[in-house]
């Protein structure tokens, strides 16, 4: 337990230096963005004395160094800042756009986990027929396509075309448990990738473990091969399935930014773009900290996976 106590300390050690990379890179890439806040709401035809006015309100007018340091000393106080555009604090654009993104994301989990498994078990129970050449053929095709292609695929076809399913959110705000048609094509799109990585690594985990000498063993003594199907094949297969699954749950977090974009979905995801359009640094930066302290958790959590599946590679790590 000690070890796995160390191991833990140094992953949330490299976290939280990772997790200040990423706003040290983000505050850089926003002052290296043409304009600012100030130029964003001045209008269409700005005039100088307003834009400088504007700033300097704003305290834009500072070195950026003093800038940050301000910023990081309210983050360290749990402050995550005000927004420039709007004066609202930073922390109500991430309540207010959280429930959306979780929403997502839960649901996109709570599907991908029978699926993903059913079709490996389902094409590795078939290894070499036409029903494991079908499902390993749609999946490798599923996944080559981006997900912002595919949702517009889907939109054309379901939406546009049938006019099945809403195109957008709009309309219907953050009560999306209210309207459920408006989830359909978003969880559709951010599950069809997972469910294709993890289906193939459970076929191809099940159809090693059935072509074991202890598999063909157990079958000369007669052991079901329905027992030696999910009893002992598909827990070798869930190994490698179990360290996809916490990687998606990591992925999720830049999947659920295109969907929101395409979607119009009032999530995190949105409140990101908007506030990189509008040169709202703060807003940026505070959800920068989310996202990177997602990241660490949840990297952390598959990190802590390997390591209890496969002692001897986490001791090496």
């Known amino acids: 337990m000690s070890g796995l106590r160390g191991f833990v300390v140094r992953r949330l050690v490299l976290g939280a230096v990772q997790t200040a990379a990423v706003v040290l890179l983000v505050f850089a890439l926003t002052e290296a963005l043409p304009g600012d806040a100030a130029v964003a709401l001045a209008g269409d035809q700005p005039d100088p004395a307003r834009i400088a006015a504007i700033r300097a309100a704003m305290h834009l007018d500072r070195p950026a160094y003093e800038r940050l340091a301000d910023w990081a000393f309210g983050l360290a106080h749990g402050d995550f800042g005000t927004s420039l555009t709007s004066g609202r604090p930073v922390g109500d654009y991430i309540t207010d756009g959280f429930g959306p993104t979780l929403l997502l994301a839960a649901l996109t989990l709570t599907l991908l986990i029978p699926l993903g498994l059913g079709l490996g078990v389902l094409a590795a129970r078939h290894e070499g027929r036409l029903v494991d050449r079908l499902v390993s053929s749609v999946t490798l095709a599923v996944y080559a396509v981006p997900e912002f292609a595919l949702g517009v695929l889907l939109v054309t076809v ?48 099940m159809g090693d473990a059935l072509a074991a000498p202890c598999t063909a063993h157990a079958r000369r003594y007669g052991v079901p091969g329905a027992r030696v199907r999910y009893a002992h094949a598909l ?44 040169r709202d640094v703060p807003v940026v930066q505070g959800l920068a900290v989310v996202f990177g302290a997602l990241t660490v958790v949840l990297n952390l959590g598959a990190d802590v996976v390997a390591y209890r599946l496969t002692p001897r590679a986490g001791v090496a790590a």
């Open 235 to 278: 827990p070798n297969a869930l190994a490698p399935a179990v360290q996809q699954l916490a990687r998606t749950v990591d992925w999720l977090l830049c999947g659920v930014i295109v969907v929101e974009a395409l979607f119009v979905i009032p999530g995190l995801g949105t409140v990101l773009l908007d506030a990189v359009a509008e």
């Open 158 to 205: 379901f939406a546009l075309r049938l006019a099945w399913l809403p195109p957008t959110a709009v309309g219907y705000g953050t009560d999306l448990l209210g309207h459920p048609a408006a989830l359909v094509l978003p969880v559709l799109v951010l599950l069809c990738r997972p469910v294709c990585s993890l289906s193939r690594l459970v076929r191809a985990g």
